[in-house]
């Protein structure tokens, strides 16, 4: 069974710090990776996907990668901002038709 | 932009009662999920469908069915609710487009609360 594991459980950083999350799971077999972030009290947000034939993924200040052979992904996030404080998650399917298997998640807290 | 959006944001029942959570995706994705999601548990699979009426047990479908009589509907239904599905409702939806799969799009979430 696939399991999804992200360290740290929280993470603490002043504002401007560059930082990284990580997200390991332990079938490698994976047919892709999903990037999450989830604000208090609210639904989640599709950050990054990143398909199992890529090696990484990038939106602004996000970059994410993924090395299939170790069972890593890592989630980059430059010149932190207050904003960015959130939950991030990450969680990966195992087939085209399989469901999504989450870690539980990084809480990100950017002091100003 | 995807939208999926849920009934309610906050639900306050009683124990024993029949309870409906609504989610409703405007993409026309065939995939829909309803996952719970608590502290320390993380988020947990109840229920998906991949298309009109089929659905698929997750990984804790005890005490839950579910209903999808259209494509863009997919209701959450706790038979007789009990304190301890008192949780946050999380619906997603996703499209499947020559056998690939895609990114997942949530719903804003129920907190529902069972006293």
């Known amino acids: 069974k696939q399991e999804v594991t992200q360290i740290p459980a929280a993470l603490s950083v002043p504002e401007g710090e560059n930082l990284v999350l990580n997200c390991s799971f332990t079938?490698?077999?994976?047919?892709?990776l999903q990037w999450f972030r989830q604000d208090p009290g609210k639904g989640l947000t599709s950050l990054l996907l990143i398909q199992s034939s890529q090696r990484e993924q990038t939106s602004g200040r996000l970059n994410a990668s993924l090395d299939k052979s170790s069972g890593r992904s890592t989630l980059y996030i430059a010149a932190s901002q207050p904003g960015d404080s959130a939950t991030y998650l990450c969680?990966?399917?195992?087939?085209?038709?399989?469901?999504?298997?989450f870690g539980k998640g990084t809480m990100l807290l950017v002091s100003p | 932009d995807v939208k999926v959006t849920q009934s309610s944001r906050y639900l306050v029942k009683r124990t024993g009662e029949k309870v409906f959570l609504e989610c409703v995706q405007d993409?026309?994705?065939?995939?829909m999920f309803w996952y719970r999601q608590d502290p320390g548990l993380g988020l947990r699979l109840i229920y998906f469908s991949y298309d009109v009426k089929m659905k698929e047990k997750g990984d804790i479908p005890e005490g839950y069915s579910v209903s999808r009589e259209k494509k863009e509907r997919f209701s959450l239904i706790l038979e007789s609710a009990s304190t301890n599905q008192t949780s946050m409702y999380l619906c997603a939806s996703s499209l499947i487009t020559g056998g690939s799969y895609n990114e997942q799009f949530f719903g804003p979430g129920t907190r529902l609360t069972v006293l």
């Open positions: 993409m026309d994705h065939e995939n």
């Open positions: 969680a990966v399917a195992l087939s085209g038709y399989s469901t999504l298997t």
């Open positions: 079938d490698s077999a994976i047919y892709n």
